[in-house]
């Protein structure tokens, strides 16, 4: 008997159907034994929904009030999986962040996690009894309701599998696990069985849409076995199988990285460069051009400063695309104040990262990614590496050849 906590997300319970369906899947799991806890998002688009309501109101909510809005969606669907499991015959009970008591700061709209009082969930367990856990929400010392942020139900689910010491978190989602690449764009593009902490980090802060960092981020430093896998298969697949499905994120690499130099190739769209030229080559001068912009809350990313000539120098760095108007409204008030010769920005940009533990005992792949890149007329703007990552920002429009091409030249194409 293992003790799971299995998340599910939107579209998995998109549908009074797929909720139904979801209360098979944990019934299945259920029966054969194990313990389970389960924590759902809000129904796909809902959230949307929700927050779109309150713009209407009020164009820039007030951020508490959203957060009691927002919650709502969570509270529709454990009530309804609630349901739908006591109408097999489990014995099933719901609880919103606050009844749970998932304790977070009071930063609405994007709380942290600071502590989860468990016993009831134990108490709960211990009679037989499946706690359906709402994800995505907590509650602060002053007993508001606040939310985690977008994908928050993943780090829901991950605290309370570190909580309750859980044997596995299975996030169950609209993909059958981790691929080499978004399949969409690569169709060759292969499930990996297993993927370290490490890489998927590196995958999920890369571009990489299947787990939500911060959860990661958690996972690993609780040293929560994590496991994706799809929702959308038959609810009663036998278990043996279910469990050997989808990818397994391990703390186990020794042997994986002599096996695979590259475990993934991870993008971005959501990139915008700007460069500062002919800025004085002076101590101090990167924070007076990225001090204002991290005051302002918007995060930098890559970052060049070009080699001095004559005591002047050009800096780039990289922001979010929905972030460019206003670092670059920043970047101009601060070029007058270091005496910079110009502003340079360009919104048309793609970060392409390939990453891999394998990267630490195999030498020459950053010159096999430069070179294929070459041989596509693709030229690279900007290299930003790690000893398992190696980033590089191109023209937007190559964004899909650069990822086919790397794909195949690594090849990530090939049975494992």
């Known amino acids: 008997m293992a003790l799971i906590v299995q998340k599910f997300g939107g579209t998995s319970v998109g549908s009074t159907e797929r909720i139904r369906n979801v209360a098979r899947r944990v019934a299945k799991w259920k029966q054969a034994g194990h313990d389970v806890v389960v924590v759902p998002s809000a129904m796909a688009g809902e959230t949307n929904r929700l927050i ?44 919103t962040g606050a009844q749970v008591r998932v304790l ?35 509650m602060d010392e002053a007993g508001n309701i606040t939310t985690l942020g977008r ?31 978004d399949p969409r764009i690569v169709p060759e593009a292969r499930r990996l069985h297993t993927i370290t902490f490490e890489e998927m980090l590196e995958m999920a802060s890369l571009g990489s849409k299947v787990l939500q960092i911060r959860s990661v981020e958690f996972a690993g430093k609780y040293r929560v076995r994590l496991r994706v896998l799809s929702s959308l298969t038959d ?7 279910e469990a050997q499905s989808g990818t397994l994120i391990t703390f186990e690499e020794d042997e994986k990285m ?7 190739i991870a993008f971005s769209r959501d990139e915008a460069k700007i460069t500062v030229m002919g800025v004085p080559d ?16 918007i995060d930098v990313d890559m970052i060049i400063q070009n080699a001095s000539v004559e005591g002047m120098t050009d800096f780039s760095f990289t922001v979010p695309r929905g972030d460019y108007a206003k670092a670059m409204e920043i970047a101009r008030k601060v070029q007058e104040h270091i005496k910079a010769k110009g502003i340079f920005g360009d919104n048309k940009v793609a970060k392409v990262s390939m990453v891999g533990v394998g990267m630490r005992s195999h030498v020459g792949i950053a010159s096999q990614m430069f070179r294929t890149l070459a041989e596509e007329g693709i030229n690279i703007q900007m290299i930003s590496t790690s000893e398992i990552k190696i980033s590089v920002v191109i023209d937007e429009k ?19």
């Open 235 to 241: 609810p009663a697949l036998p278990i043996a199988e």
């Open 104 to 138: 977070t700061d009071s930063a609405f709209t994007k709380a942290r996690i600071l502590d989860i009082d468990e016993q009831r969930l134990r108490a709960d367990l211990a009679k037989g009894c499946v706690p359906v856990v709402a994800g995505f929400q907590g």
């Open 151 to 181: 994908g928050g139900s993943d780090t829901s689910a991950v605290a309370l599998a570190a909580a309750l010491k859980a044997d596995e978190c299975q996030i169950f989602t609209d993909v059958d696990g981790v691929y080499t690449t």
């Open 282 to 297: 002076r101590p101090g001068i990167a924070y007076a051009i990225l001090g204002p912009i991290a005051d302002a809350n």
């Open 52 to 95: 779109a309501l309150a713009k209407e109101i009020q164009p820039d909510p007030d951020p508490r009030e959203l957060d009691v809005i927002a919650s709502t969606g969570e509270q529709v669907t454990i009530g309804l999986l609630a349901m739908a499991l006591k109408g097999l015959g489990v014995n099933a009970k719901s609880y």
């Open 398 to 416: 190559y964004l899909e050849l650069a990822v086919r091409v790397l794909h195949k030249a690594f090849g990530l194409d090939q049975p494992a």
């Open 258 to 264: 002599e096996q695979a130099v590259i475990s993934g």
